[in-house]
């Protein structure tokens, strides 16, 4: 009960974290390394309950830090039509995530992104927990491959897997600032890429 308990508040630390947090995957590569013997389903439910709870507060935390506090009224109304258009798209948007959950790749910016659009987030958590229970039983089960292939020990491989993940961070931090300077209006309706005015963009919300 122990293990299993650190397992869940582990996953769910490095999924509430907005950046720079390890990716999850790591974890049930190790497990399925280190623990061969134990049952990979349920522990994948247990890390995909965690990982989802984890990033429904971290989509929670950016309505009400970034969207209500930082954003500008002209970022969130430009904002508000990515909303309108999903909301016309609730089965493909839950396909895409479902697919985008199967991959490794890090779903941190996504649902601090989507979380500005202030949909509800069933159509993103739903899919993301069914994605993540088949993802961490695939890590879990090719554990001990994928460290044949990468050797976390081995003083050649850390640095470029850091340096990678370093400039991934960053390069997705910059793609949700842009996110929130693109005017989406005139994006969907004219099919002109516009930004929106740093005075704008900055303006300070109604209180």
Aim: with cysteine; glycine share 4%.
């Amino acid at each position: 009960m122990y293990h299993i308990l650190l397992l869940f508040l582990i996953v769910f630390v490095l999924n509430v974290i907005p950046a720079f947090a390890p990716p999850t995957w790591m974890v049930f590569s190790f497990i399925g390394f280190s623990y061969p013997e134990h049952e990979r389903l349920p522990l994948a439910l247990i890390g995909a309950t965690a990982a989802t709870l984890g990033r429904v507060c971290l989509a929670k935390g950016s309505q009400t830090i970034l969207r209500r506090r930082i954003l500008g009224e002209t970022s969130r109304a430009s904002i508000d039509a990515i909303r309108e258009n999903l909301e016309q798209r609730k089965k493909l948007t839950f396909s895409l995530f479902l697919f985008y959950a199967l991959t490794p790749l890090p779903s941190n910016y996504l649902f601090i992104a989507y979380g500005l659009t202030m949909m509800h987030l069933r159509w993103i958590a739903i899919p993301f927990f069914l994605g993540r229970i088949a993802s961490y039983s695939l890590w879990s089960f090719t554990g001990s491959t994928i460290a044949r292939w990468i050797s976390l020990e081995s003083t050649e491989t850390v640095p470029y897997l850091g340096l990678y993940f370093l400039l991934s961070q960053a390069l997705l931090l910059f793609a949700l600032y842009l996110f929130t300077r693109i005017d989406w209006p005139a994006l969907f309706l004219e099919r002109k890429l516009k930004w929106i005015a740093k005075s704008s963009a900055g303006d300070k919300a109604a209180r």
